[in-house]
């Protein structure tokens, strides 16, 4: 079968390896869960990694093509990443600044009166206005689909295993992070926390926005 072939295990391999590499997915699912609780940080992996599959739509579609051929539609995603990453980044600064701690809630395991939108909206945006996932997926996934292959559904296959590595890593993280939610609300841990959050946030959207369009 096409889902299992020989080119299936070099994927699990490099997609798992992947997964696990620290970066802002981790960030911020570590500072969504700090922030909001288990909760939060579940849902902010499920829409992290939900936008696996838009980039493996559109890199199956070719539009990807199109983005890494235009400089200009290049450049306009990759500042839109680069801000939403800045703001994100500066927001937990503000509560750094703040000397804004973890709600009780989120410590204690109760229903907090939050909407669920708002760490699935900021985990969707950060994956899908990522050139830089634009660019893996428009690289990686074509060595695995064979000749013969449908595209989008082979495509649509690995976003979806992908998806499943992925999140098992991330809700484990948002295990550990839970464990220690006493611990992490100290005020002072807290707004180290955001700080340090926040600082490598804006690190990486000034980074990002200054990253070239690949030839």
């Known amino acids: 079968m096409m889902w299992f072939d020989a080119q299936f295990w070099p994927?699990?391999?490099?997609?798992?390896?992947?997964?696990?590499?620290?970066?802002?997915?981790?960030l911020l699912v570590i500072r969504n869960t700090a922030r909001g609780g288990l909760r939060d940080g579940v849902l902010t992996s499920l829409a992290i990694c939900a936008g696996l599959f838009v980039h493996a739509t559109v890199s199956a579609l070719g539009i990807s093509l199109i983005l890494l051929q235009s400089a200009w539609a290049f450049g306009v995603l990759k500042l839109a990443?680069?801000?939403?990453?800045?703001?994100?980044?500066?927001?937990?600064?503000?509560?750094a600044r703040r000397g804004q701690g973890l709600p009780v809630g989120a410590v204690d395991g109760e229903r907090r009166r939050v909407s669920a939108w708002r760490p699935l909206r900021e985990g969707l945006l950060s994956n899908v206005l990522n050139p830089k996932?634009?660019?893996?997926?428009?690289?990686?996934?074509?060595?695995?689909?064979?000749?013969?292959?449908?595209?989008?559904?082979k495509s649509l296959w690995l976003a979806g295993v992908h998806f499943v590595i992925a999140n098992v890593w991330q809700i484990a993280v948002v295990l550990l992070v839970g464990r220690a939610g006493r611990w992490l609300a100290s005020p002072a841990l807290s707004r180290w926390l955001n700080g340090l959050t926040g600082g490598v946030l804006v690190a990486f959207g000034a980074k990002l926005a200054l990253t070239r369009a690949p030839a």
Do not use: C
Not at 11 to 26: M, N, Q
Not at 134 to 153: E, T
């Open 133 to 153: 996932t634009v660019v893996f997926y428009m690289a990686f996934l074509p060595q695995f689909i064979a000749p013969g292959d449908p595209a989008l559904a």
């Open 81 to 95: 990443g680069a801000a939403y990453l800045i703001w994100l980044g500066i927001a937990s600064l503000g509560a």
């Open 11 to 26: 994927f699990l391999v490099a997609i798992t390896l992947l997964s696990i590499t620290p970066g802002v997915d981790t």
